[in-house]
């Protein structure tokens, strides 16, 4: 069965990094599109990120571009997200999705796993 395992969260400081993981298995993980989103207490999902299954395109909600950077190691079937200069409106559940294609889009997935906690703050 697809299982999507995120580590990496915790407490940073305002402009401080945290780097985040998700380890898949249970599928061929270098076919398919995969993305981070992310939901802050009391409002709704937000995609983050999300990358092609060979790694070729990259794309980034406004919010986190040019702070954020997804990328993938098919070899380790792991997807991260390097996040730099975070502030304190990035505080949420971060979670990491399967996409249902070799190719990203925004919203689309059909597996997540259960998330990682930042949180940012000083």
């Known amino acids: 069965q697809v299982q999507l395992v995120e580590s990496g969260g915790g407490l940073a400081q305002p402009g401080g990094s945290l780097r985040l993981s998700c380890a898949a298995s249970?599928?061929?993980?270098?076919?398919?599109?995969m993305s981070w989103a992310r939901q802050a207490p009391g409002k709704g999902l937000e995609w983050v990120s999300g990358?092609?299954?060979?790694?070729?395109?990259?794309y980034y909600a406004d919010s986190v571009k040019g702070r954020f950077t997804i990328s993938r190691d098919n070899a380790k079937n792991t997807v991260y997200l390097q996040m730099n200069n975070l502030k304190p409106e990035d505080t949420a559940l971060y979670f990491c999705?399967?996409?249902?294609?070799?190719?990203?889009?925004?919203?689309?997935?059909?597996?997540w796993g259960e998330g990682t906690q930042v949180t940012v703050s000083s």
């Open positions: 249970g599928f061929t993980f270098s076919t398919y599109a």
């Open positions: 999705a399967k996409g249902p294609n070799h190719y990203f889009s925004w919203g689309e997935y059909d597996y």
């Open positions: 990358i092609y299954s060979d790694g070729s395109a990259t």
